[in-house]
């Protein structure tokens, strides 16, 4: 399950406000930096044959997140074949 965080607890007031100028209400994703090389650990987590439950909660993730990467990545491999014939 994703641990939901209130935005005062982890950022300034002034960092607060400039979000709420872009942003209010609702749920807001942050993307860790180094999201690229924790969709390879993903995929290759699941091509070892690691159970989908596992995965997502090892990478704090939910179970549809989780069968999306895996879904663009086989899309993205399925393209460079193509692509190469």
Do not use: D
Not at 9 to 33: A, C, D, H, N
Not at 49 to 64: H, M, Q, V, Y
């Amino acid at each position: 399950m994703i641990k939901h965080v209130n935005a005062r607890e982890v950022f300034t007031p002034v960092l607060v406000k400039q979000i709420q100028k872009y942003y209010s209400g609702g749920y807001l994703w942050i993307p860790k930096q180094n999201f690229q090389e924790r969709k390879v650990k993903i995929c290759a987590n699941c091509a070892s044959g690691e159970a989908i439950n596992s995965i997502a909660e090892k990478f704090n993730l939910t179970t549809r997140r989780i069968r999306q990467i895996i879904h663009e990545n086989r899309n993205k491999e399925i393209k460079l074949e193509t692509e190469l014939v």
